[in-house]
């Protein structure tokens, strides 16, 4: 009986493939729209003009992402600059050197658009230290219950379920919002590392961890604690990764997750909603998942060239990736090229000393001068094969997924850190949107498919 049933279910899936596959034949051929008529239309495809700079949509405070500078009234390309409520995120950076909350200054100065004095650090601090923890029920029926390989997607389910514990969650007044806005950023860490190890320990068999934050220490450092089995970490590999969520902590209003922010909170939605929408938009390998496509390349990379100093060998190897005949067959080098940065990213910058320096600690300088290689050596070859005249620079992906994989933090949770770091920027964005605008944000489609008259089901060929 048991054998009949699986050979009628075969058949079943065999049947049902076969149908799924005409529908998707079908589908494709009813979809599809001529391209040039987006040229007729003159449509800004993905919100972007014919030199693919951004279509100016909305005015933003938060931060300012520039590339060029002004010269006898024309734009000429420059080294990039980030700047964070009119301060340059170099200047967060180097100012706090010395300091171990950076991530969280940085939060405060994005939610309230100046940077606290001693007094008002200690403050938000304080709060922010008693926000971060989560209920032993929450953790116990959310975070553990259906696990998930996807973490951004157990976290979009964990943010919508905080909801449900909120007192207040569809009031959208800024007070409120604020309040709410404090506790996801506060609260996501936890979220996206436990999330992590109940899909260590339900999906893949292994032993089952969970370490509560510890009062006092900074978002980096309670990262990495409740990370690691050993609960151990170095003093220069909290300061990287507190310098990593910096340079991610916001990119202007026009990324496609922030802008998402701005879409869905215009609706007037409630913040679990807005905050989900905007994990889901991050999640996107476009978008958030960038640096493990990079992590990848050079996995390819290294495993086919066999001189890692050698800049023939690894050149003749970089074409053949742009060529398509090699690595993913998609003809790029990821981690190379910027939408506005043109010169230079000024977070790829930064990083890379970072990286340089955390590479040191752990002995794989080698890796470091690999990379060091290939930046050098990729920008002029994609501007050769692409017959650019614009500058490829590479972009703060080259070298975050590098960082991540020194500090042993698991690929699943790359684009989960990504989303800690941007949601102070999220946040911010959802404040600015609610006290300012006034009107949902609705763009227009123009309809060129072919209008028809309704035949009974009976009648059709």
């Excluded at 026009?254 to 215009?266: A, D, K, L």
Aim: hydrophobic fraction near 40%; charged fraction near 25%; glycine fraction near 6%.
């Amino acid at each position: 009986m048991a054998e009949e049933e699986v050979v009628l279910n075969l058949e079943e899936s065999k049947q049902l493939r076969s149908s799924m596959e005409m529908l998707e034949r079908e589908l494709e051929e009813n979809f599809g729209i001529d391209p040039n008529l987006y040229l007729e239309y003159d449509v800004k495809r993905g919100l972007r003009d014919s030199a693919g700079k951004g279509v100016l949509t909305g005015l933003t405070e938060i931060s300012d992402v520039n590339a060029y500078r002004l010269s006898s009234g024309r734009n000429i390309p420059a080294d990039g600059r980030l700047f964070y409520q009119g301060i340059n995120v170099e200047d967060l950076v180097n100012g706090s050197r010395t300091r171990k909350f950076g991530f969280e200054e940085t939060i405060y100065l994005l939610l309230f658009g100046q940077l606290p004095n001693q007094e008002e650090f200690d403050r938000f601090f304080t709060i922010m230290d008693e926000m971060q923890e989560l209920s032993v029920r929450f953790v116990r029926d959310v975070v553990m219950k259906a696990s998930n390989a996807s973490i951004m997607n157990a976290m979009q389910r964990c943010v919508l379920t905080l909801y449900t514990y909120d007192p207040n969650p569809e009031d959208i007044s800024p007070g409120n919002v604020l309040r709410q806005s404090m506790e996801l950023i506060a609260k996501l860490p936890m979220i996206a590392i436990y999330s992590y190890h109940s899909y260590r320990h339900f999906r893949k068999g292994e032993t089952l961890f969970i370490r509560n934050p510890q009062h006092g220490l900074s978002m980096a450092e309670n990262f990495l604690l409740m990370l690691r089995p050993s609960g151990e970490y170095t003093e220069l590999e909290a300061k990287v990764l507190d310098v990593a969520l910096i340079l991610h902590a916001e990119h202007g209003g026009g990324n496609n997750s922030t802008f998402t922010t701005h879409v869905v909170t215009s609706t007037g939605t409630d913040t679990y909603s807005a905050a989900a929408a905007s994990l889901g938009s991050l999640k996107g390998p476009r978008h958030g998942g960038a640096n493990l496509k990079v992590q990848h390349m050079f996995a390819d990379i290294k495993e086919h060239v066999t001189d890692w100093k050698n800049e023939e060998e690894v050149a003749a190897y970089l074409q053949k990736i742009l060529d398509k005949q090699a690595f993913d067959h998609s003809g790029l080098i990821y981690g190379m090229g910027h939408a506005v940065y043109t010169l230079s990213d000024p977070r790829e910058i930064i990083l890379k000393k970072y990286a340089s320096k955390l590479a040191e600690e752990k002995g794989l300088m080698k890796e470091f001068e690999l990379y060091d290689l290939v930046e050098r050596l990729a920008g002029q070859l994609v501007m050769k094969q692409r017959n650019l005249q614009k500058n490829v620079c590479a972009n703060v992906d080259f070298y975050s997924g590098f960082v991540y994989s020194m500090l042993d933090i698991p690929e699943e949770l790359f684009t989960p850190l990504f989303a800690i770091a941007r949601m102070p920027g999220w946040s911010a964005h959802r404040l600015e949107e609610l006290i300012n605008a006034s009107k949902i944000i609705r763009p227009a489609y123009k309809y060129v498919g072919e209008h028809d008259e309704y035949i009974p089901i009976d009648e059709r060929e």
